[in-house]
């Protein structure tokens, strides 16, 4: 095991129960764990199975992504934000289609949908 690469878990760990005001016990207890354990995972001695991830995420309102380092917002997705049953089949329409584009393209279509984006929340500049 590769402590530098794999310890992300247990810094953001420590990082999120530092900032929530919690002591290692104060988690292990809302985690079900015991003291020792959140210790070893925040020294990277120790790797959470995928069961205490999720656990941890719940805990902290966070995504597993974040925790494990595939991402760097500790922000998980709001529930609100899901998308209905026509816009998901909109959007694999679109992913479909996207697999057949060079970078470029891809880059020109990114740049369109954030312009689109920023027409829709400025209706009044679109017309200037």
Known sequence: ????????????LKQLRAQHGLTQ??????LGVARSTVATYEAGEREPCLDA?????AA??????YLLGCCCSPVSPS???QPSDGDCEI??????EARH???ADLHEVLLFTRFRRQ???NPDQADA
């Not at 095991?1 to 953001?12: D, E, H, L, Q, S």
């Not at 902290?60 to 992504?65: A, I, L, N, P, Y």
């Open 1 to 12: 095991m590769n402590p530098v690469k794999t310890n992300i878990f247990g810094r953001r």
């Open 119 to 121: 027409q829709s929340r």
């Open 25 to 30: 016990l104060q988690l292990a207890k809302r």
């Open 60 to 65: 902290f309102g966070t995504s597993t992504d």
């Open 79 to 81: 529930a609100s934000v």
């Open 101 to 103: 584009l060079s970078e």
């Open 53 to 57: 991830i999720q656990r941890v995420a």
């Open 91 to 96: 959007i694999l329409r679109i992913v479909e």
